[in-house]
Structure formats: structure tokens, C-alpha cells
């Protein structure tokens, strides 16, 4: 189960996830360590999560195991740039403004679960028919995707359910 907590105040993304660690997992004061990539984790303990934000929302998803989350805002227009990025069957799969948006948030979830750098591994992965796929083979982790009030939402990670707390 993984527990998705967002807000519309404005937060500064460290303090959002120690006020959320402290409040719903009884971590006071979490010691916050950033990998070489620079996703946060904590050292000790049994608790994997992941921040993003867009527009004006905040949003950390915390489990027991590890997971990338990426959201974007619908309101904008799909750029041209990204879009000519994408392999020729994913453009097939894209006719809308969600649709360019979920395949944009699942491939940044993907790389965000891997803690890696978009710009190393964005012309590898590729979002097709639901699935994370590497240089052309299945990454084997599987994507949930959601949207809420205006944003398209993706989770990478072994997680077949979430719950949504607004904050
Ligand atoms: C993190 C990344 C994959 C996606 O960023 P994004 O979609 O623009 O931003 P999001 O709002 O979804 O997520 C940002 C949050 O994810 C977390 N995060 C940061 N780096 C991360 C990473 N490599 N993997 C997973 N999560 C990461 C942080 O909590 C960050 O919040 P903060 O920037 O306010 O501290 C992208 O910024 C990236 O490639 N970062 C690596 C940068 C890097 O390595 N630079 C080295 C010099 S080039």
C-alpha cells in the first residue's frame, strides 16, 4: 500500500517530507540524506518515498519499498520538444494533452524510482501499452497512474494500491 500525502501551500519540499514523516509515521526530525542523483531517502528505517511537484501542488508518496512519483499539471500544452523525443509507437498512443502528460510522468517516475538523472536516461525508456520498457525490453516494474483535480499522477514502484491525503 502506498500512501500518497499532496498540498496547494506552498512548502519547501525537505520540510513537507519531515512534516509528513513526523505527523504520519512517527519519525520526528528524519535525517534526510540525498543519493549521488539527488533523491532523498532516509538511512535508517523501513520507509521508501518519493516527491514531486507542479504548478503550485506537492505531493509525496510514502511505502515500504522503493518508488518513484512524478506529477504534472494538465493545464499545460504538450511541447514539441518532448513530444519529438518520444519513440514513433509512443506517439501513436498520444492524442491528447493526458496522454502526452501520462507518458510523461511515467517515464520521469521510472527514472525517479531509479534515483537517476532524466537527461542519462531519457532517450532509453519508453512508456508503451502500460509498460516501462529499457532499449526496447520490459523494465519489469510496473506504473500506476491517476489523476487528481487537474494533474496526471504515475507511481513506479511494486504497488498495486494507494490511498490520497490531502495535507
Ligand atoms: C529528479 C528528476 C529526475 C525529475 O525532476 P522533476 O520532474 O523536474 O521534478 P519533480 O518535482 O517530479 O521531483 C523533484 C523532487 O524529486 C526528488 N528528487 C531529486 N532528485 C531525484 C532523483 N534523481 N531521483 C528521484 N527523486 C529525486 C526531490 O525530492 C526533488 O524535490 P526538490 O528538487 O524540491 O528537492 C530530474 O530533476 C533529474 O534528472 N535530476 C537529477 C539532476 C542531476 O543529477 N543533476 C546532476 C548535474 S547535471
Known amino acids: 500500500m502506498l500512501e500518497i500525502f499532496y498540498t496547494k501551500q506552498p512548502v519547501q519540499s525537505d520540510a513537507f517530507i519531515a512534516k509528513i514523516l513526523g505527523k504520519y509515521y512517527n519519525i520526528p526530525n528524519p535525517a534526510i540524506c540525498k543519493s549521488i542523483h539527488g533523491k532523498p531517502y532516509l538511512q535508517k528505517g ?67 524510482y531509479l534515483g537517476e538523472q532524466l537527461a542519462a536516461l531519457w532517450r532509453k525508456v519508453e512508456f508503451f501499452g502500460g509498460k516501462i520498457y529499457v532499449r526496447g525490453e520490459e523494465a519489469g516494474v510496473p506504473v500506476l497512474q491517476f489523476d487528481l483535480d487537474g494533474y496526471t499522477f504515475s507511481i513506479c514502484g511494486g504497488y498495486t494500491r494507494y490511498g490520497i491525503t490531502q495535507v
Do not use: M
Open 46 to 112: 523501513k520507509i521508501c518515498f518519493n516527491l514531486t511537484h507542479s504548478k503550485g501542488l506537492t505531493a509525496l508518496a510514502v511505502g515500504k519499498h522503493e518508488v518513484g512519483f512524478d506529477c504534472e499539471s494538465l493545464s499545460g500544452k504538450p511541447r514539441p520538444a518532448v513530444l519529438g523525443k518520444f519513440t514513433e509507437r509512443e506517439k501513436g498512443e498520444i492524442s491528447s494533452v493526458q496522454d502526452f502528460y501520462r507518458h510523461w510522468t511515467a517515464r520521469e517516475s521510472y527514472v525517479k
